[in-house]
């Protein structure tokens, strides 16, 4: 989530000590702010994983680490009046054919 005022943090080792929250900074202000996650996944915060910044302002995340162990799962963060929201997109649970489990990769975004 990125404007032309604001730029969005999420995750990291701290994950901000277990809260669903993304930071906001506010780019002309520079006041930090926070936004509150809405998901149905059971584990959201995570560290060393890949991400792709949409033209829309949402953002795709592909794996990591989650509570210590590689996860391969993609999620997609969109703000939504107040809040972000994540929903799962695909993982190795639903039989695709995708990248195994991962961490500190490298993600671009074409078209």
């Known amino acids: ?3 032309a005022k604001e730029i969005a943090f999420f995750g990291g080792m701290q994950a ?4 669903n929250t993304i930071g906001v900074l506010n780019l ?3 006041q930090w702010s926070s936004l ?3 998901s149905s996944l059971e584990n959201i ?4 994983f890949a991400v792709a910044d949409m033209k829309d302002g949402s953002f795709f995340t592909l794996g990591g680490y989650v509570n210590g162990s590689r ?3 993609i999620c997609k963060f969109k703000h939504e009046g107040g809040h972000v929201s994540c929903d799962y997109i ?3 649970d639903n039989g695709n054919c995708g990248p195994s489990k991962r961490a500190s ?5 074409h078209g």
């Open 16 to 19: 901000e000590a277990g809260k």
């Open 71 to 73: 996860v391969d799962d």
């Open 90 to 92: 695909a993982g190795e």
């Open 1 to 3: 989530m990125v404007s």
């Open 28 to 30: 002309l202000t520079n």
């Open 105 to 109: 990769m490298s993600v671009g975004v």
């Open 45 to 48: 915060l995570r560290d060393d």
């Open 36 to 38: 509150a996650i809405k």
